[in-house]
């Protein structure tokens, strides 16, 4: 069985490297980012199972990284960090878990990924996954089609 791929996007790079070293050691595949834009393109570039992204980001919060993460992939995984004490509050899209930062220890890193991936919506079957992803691109190119005619 293949690893559990996960991408963290904070924009404290020390973060990143903290969570990535504590779930690389916890047997997980981790990619990291310090921007909402680079963490979707990463999330484009390949299959990701968890998203862990943090609720303050300059430019694009993390709520609107979550959105665009779950329209791309809609059985994604995700692990919202909030250091700060007001509200969460969402649009439609909202985290299977939130993580409260500082940390309390490393493992409450790890036990948040897996009770994500566990909450999460179970997979489609591979080709369901593919089909859904073509309608997606086949519907961002309508437009660009369009107005080629």
């Known amino acids: 069985m293949s690893r559990a791929r ?20 916890a ?5 990291s980012a310090t921007s ?12 990701i199972d968890c998203l862990i992204v943090d ?13 665009q993460a779950r329209q791309r992939l809609p059985r994604l995984a995700v692990v919202l960090i909030s250091g700060h004490p007001e509200p969460l509050s ?8 939130t ?24 997979s489609a079957p591979v080709v369901e996954t593919l089909k859904e992803r073509l309608t997606q691109v086949v519907a961002e190119l309508a437009p660009l089609r369009r107005k080629r005619d």
């Open 90 to 97: 969402f649009d439609d899209a909202r985290p299977d878990v």
């Open 99 to 122: 993580l409260s930062k500082p940390f309390r220890s490393l493992a409450t890193i790890e036990e948040a990924v897996v009770q994500a991936l566990a909450a999460a919506p179970p």
């Open 55 to 67: 609720k303050h980001l300059p430019g694009m919060h993390g709520g609107e990284v979550m959105a």
């Open 27 to 31: 047997g997980f595949e981790v990619l």
């Open 36 to 47: 909402g834009e680079a963490g979707l393109g990463l999330l484009d570039a390949g299959p």
């Open 6 to 25: 996960v991408l963290v996007v904070d924009d404290e790079a020390e973060v990143c490297d903290l969570v990535a070293r504590t779930l690389t050691r």
